[in-house]
């Protein structure tokens, strides 16, 4: 069974006074006969990825006039990459209520084998948000992963694709795990090696719910002492000399 983790990251001094809601699928979900995307956790589906039988191929579902994706043509999502802006300017065409993954008509080929992401844009109320998920079509094997979605929570508010809540310096090296947290799970200490940074300028350590629990300089193999905190899951935030700034999970036993 999947298990959706939502983390609210609310760091107003790294992202500007924006608020991404980041939803985590663990493990990550492979497209049999549906997936439902719910962006804000409150049990209203905004999104469907269903498998289109007759053709093979996924398609993607909205449920309101005023929802859509990132498309190339009027039935054609497109596969956009790590950091691209998703907002007001982007080709948000549709074809009704949906949209074609990889269709055998394309004019862009949908990426294959790679991690992708999909602009969003969807209505909660009266307020217009945008967001991204992130999938890996592989087009030879018609098979289709979600690995996690987020949205900025600010009204028409632009978004990253691939912003978790933290500032746009967050590097490639880091989203290909240049930096290592272990033991993770853990339950008395932690380190932090890296081929990525030379030097940790400060270690931060929140709850799911945006709380600080720890704060802290460091230096790279040294121990960090985890044991007053509570079982459970938190995210980590390092930052380097250089202001490239690494994120993670952290589960504490």
Not at 63 to 70: I, Y
Request: aromatic share 10%; glycine share 6%.
């Amino acid at each position: 069974m999947k298990n959706l983790i939502t983390v609210f990251l609310i760091f107003t001094a790294l992202c500007l006074n924006a608020t991404i809601i980041y939803t985590d699928v663990s493990p990550d979900e492979t497209l049999i006969d549906s997936i439902e995307i719910d962006f804000d956790g409150d049990n209203q589906i905004e999104f469907t990825i269903r498998t289109q039988a007759d053709v093979n191929m996924p398609v993607v579902t909205w449920f309101n006039p005023d929802a859509g994706f990132v498309m190339v043509t009027n039935d054609e999502v497109e596969g956009l990459t790590f950091n691209t802006l998703i907002g007001p300017s982007s080709d948000f065409l549709n074809n009704g209520n949906h949209g074609a993954i990889d269709a055998a008509h394309a004019t862009v080929i949908f990426p294959t084998g790679v991690d992708t992401y999909i602009g969003a844009t969807f209505k909660l109320g009266a307020n217009i948000h945008y967001g991204w998920i992130r999938v890996n079509w592989t087009s030879s094997t018609k098979t289709l992963i979600v690995k996690d979605y987020a949205y900025e929570d600010v009204p028409n508010t632009s978004i990253n694709a691939g912003d978790k809540g933290l500032t746009s310096n967050i590097s490639e090296a880091s989203e290909n795990r240049g930096v290592s947290v272990y033991p993770n799970p853990s339950d008395e200490f932690i380190i932090i090696d890296s081929k990525a940074f030379h030097k940790i300028d400060t270690i931060s350590i929140y709850s799911f719910d945006g709380k600080l629990v720890l704060n802290s300089s460091t230096f790279l193999n040294e121990k960090i002492n985890i044991n007053h905190l509570e079982e459970g899951g938190y995210i980590i935030v390092l930052k380097s000399i250089e202001g490239d700034i690494y994120t993670d999970k952290l589960v504490k036993q």
